[in-house]
């Protein structure tokens, strides 16, 4: 029988209230992602992975440091990096600053990664896999999750092999993006593999990749049997497809919506990253959330153009009419804020 989308599961003793997680992507889920992908639905968001080098050589090229707020929980932050030691560390330290679950990084298909032996490359090494994952499982309370890729070859079939000896090692979750790390995004996502998997662990496994509607969602669930799917791309600058997604809502946003959504989304940023980083970080969001048929293509290109996000956020609440009031009563809505700073590293090389 078909799980309910808007039904709870359970990592563990971690409570997540819908079978929606929001992927981690680097340069993308920062901290007004995740807040607004759980308004909108996700029972479960995570960061950007961190890196754990940061924490011995101090010299990894950082777009920042991770922060994390009550209001995320669920929350899990995901750690990659290739030596337990130091990985345990890592997460020692994500649990202290208050993450329900601590997610290892199996996936990065990205060089700068794989060739210091983090990342996918794991997948074909299932002993120190193994060892890094024991390590972090010893090393806190929290239950230990794994993001993976479906090994480095195309047709590749490591997960399978991988996937339950990372069970054995303590992972009390398994994700899997059914791509090699040389496809990258190309091709499909092969979710037979995700079913295979399911049928090897006795974990809740979470199917990622290429949902990008409630009945693609539906579909995965049914076919694979996982307890959730996870939702990346087809989030970016569109909540409204985690609320599609969730049964919520249709998909097609008004306009007033969407800008008021895109300013929130531009101030929290803007908080976070600081108005310098922020300023070059949102360009790529400008074309997510008014591309998709929603605006005149020149829309996007003329903000992108501007100097300031003062002068972007202007522009945003001339060109639909009532978003002002929906920001407003959007901004009163929004829970307190009560952040903590992680003192660890989000990468500049990321993917999964
Ligand atoms: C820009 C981008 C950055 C990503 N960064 C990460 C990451 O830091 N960690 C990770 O495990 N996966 C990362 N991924 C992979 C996604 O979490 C997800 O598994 C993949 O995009 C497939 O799902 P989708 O088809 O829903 O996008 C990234 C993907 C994208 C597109």
Redesign the pocket.
Known sequence: MAVQIESSWRIRDVEIPTRIVL???????VQAFRRQGRRFGAGLVCS??VSCAGLSHGNERTLGYLRIGRDERPLAV?IFGSEPGVMAEAARMVEDAGADLVDI?F??PVRKVTKTGAGATLLEDPDRAGRIVSAVVEAVAVPVTV?MRRGLADGSRSALEVGPRLVAAGAASL?L?P?SARQM?TGI?DHALTAELVELVDVPVVA?????SRERARVVLETTGAAAV?????AQGNPWTIGEIAGRLDGRPPREEIVAELVIFMRATADELGEQRATGFLKKFYGWYLGRGRFPKPFKQELVRLETLAEVEARLLAAAPGAADVLARLEDDLPEEDDVLLDLPISAY???
């Open positions: 992927a981690p992507m680097a340069g993308v889920s950007e992975m995901q990084n996936g990065c993001k994700t993006h791509r995004y996502a990622s990749g290429d949902v990008v996870m939702v990346g791309r087809a990321g993917g999964g």
